[in-house]
């Protein structure tokens, strides 16, 4: 088949999932990939895969500081607009090309990509997410509290709430102008019908078992989880959590984060010292170095708020080490309960506890470790995915 991939992600789980299909995609089909100067090309980079490898120059307005960042939301419809009439752009070139159709990615700016409203070829869209940020309640954080002055200026500037329907606007309208849409999990699927009124197919994703494996090393006494370094990943809970084991059993909380927040950086390491709780905040680490830190950490601990998929547990178990994760949304699909390793309702006492139980058993580690990488070479390849991917281009 002649695919064109379209896709204006950042780097992150959307990119290496796209990564790891395009590798797999190119054995057998033709692949064209376009995509904006604002996407991530160099992490996870799909070029040397693809026949051509298409860059549309699309740079965002700068944004102001404070105290002119009132016009922000301004400036963003203003983007949603200009990257609207550039996806009509690219839809029209991509109608003249004869692909047989084009396998669609989520964008950093306006989450469906426009382009599927205008297309006339077959789109299949892949819906890492829908855009969160405006359709679920925000996450309190004290410094995201706003001023007085700013809640009154709240009502009678209409800038943000514009921004807002905007945005849903244009992703509404591109997710229902695909021709079929995939999603990462049962939790996803009904989830975009919830939005869109819709429904999807749920096209897991896999774990590259070569480069993520067992490797022979001794355990260190810490625990981590893995990121962006933002309020809805949850790593508050994870130090309240850890907070709460006695502390000469108080493992170190290792994050591993591609993307870090300041603010919230600083919040977490405020935290954390509160807490008493060791904190190591690593950033843009190779994946060799991740592989390592997953067989050392005595566990992986994942508490996202209503995680779609994530990548992280599989990447986890992959490597033989069990997880303690939140029983809620795409994470209870990867981990089995007491077999891969342990799920908990959203509690901090809970969740201390079952790392705790797990601290104190190592054999229950190496035995929830090996049943995860039996369950991954079992359940959750790449090449499963590329089955199921090809099934529904068809």
């Known amino acids: 088949m002649r695919i064109a991939i379209y896709h204006n992600l950042p780097s992150g789980g959307g990119k290496r999932a796209l990564y790891e299909m395009v590798k797999r995609l190119a054995s057998s089909h033709e692949l064209r990939v376009i995509t904006t100067s ?24 700068p944004l102001f500081r404070s105290p002119f960042g009132r016009v922000n939301a301004a400036i963003r419809t203003i983007d949603l607009y200009r990257l609207d009439a550039l996806n009509q752009q690219i839809a029209e070139t991509l109608d003249q090309s004869n692909f047989d159709f084009v396998f669609v990615h989520n964008c950093l700016i306006s989450q469906a990509p426009g382009l599927m409203h205008y297309l006339r070829t077959k789109s299949v869209y892949y819906c890492g997410e ?81 480069k993520f494996h067992p490797v022979e090393t001794n355990r260190s006494p810490y625990v981590c989880s893995v990121g962006t370094l933002s309020p809805n990943k949850g790593f508050d809970f994870l130090v309240e959590s850890l907070a709460l084991i006695p502390k000469n059993q108080r493992p170190t909380l290792v994050l591993i984060c591609n993307v870090i927040d300041p603010s919230e950086k600083a919040y977490l390491e405020m935290l954390a010292k509160v807490h008493d709780v060791q904190m190591d905040i690593k950033s843009k680490i190779t994946d060799d170095e991740l592989v390592r830190l997953y067989n050392q950490a005595m566990l992986t601990v ?43 309702e959203r509690d901090p006492t809970l969740f201390a506890n079952a790392v705790i139980c797990l601290l104190l058993n190592p054999n229950l580690i190496q035995e929830y470790g090996k049943a995860g990488r039996d369950n991954v070479l079992r359940n959750w390849t790449w090449d499963k995915t590329i089955r199921e991917l090809e099934f529904n281009f068809n």
């Open 130 to 210: 829908p855009p969160r940020n405006i359709t679920e309640p925000p996450i309190s954080r004290l410094y995201l509290k706003r001023k007085s002055i700013q809640r009154a200026l709240d009502y009678i500037d209409p800038f943000p709430e514009y921004y807002q329907r905007a945005l849903f606007r244009f992703d509404r309208a591109a997710a229902l102008g695909a021709t079929k849409v995939l999603v990462n999990s049962a939790y996803s699927r009904e989830s975009f019908y919830r939005l869109y009124g819709r429904f999807s197919t749920t096209c897991y994703l896999g774990v590259d078992s070569d």
């Open 38 to 61: 604002c996407a991530e090309h160099d992490f996870c980079d799909v070029r040397p895969y693809v026949q051509e490898y298409q860059i549309y120059p699309f740079k965002p307005l």
């Open 302 to 344: 994942y508490s996202p708020i209503m995680e779609p998929f994530g990548l992280v547990p599989l990447e986890s178990m992959a490597c033989g080490t069990p997880v303690v994760g939140v029983n809620e949304a795409g994470v209870r699909e990867t981990i089995l309960n007491q077999v891969t390793g342990i799920l908990v």
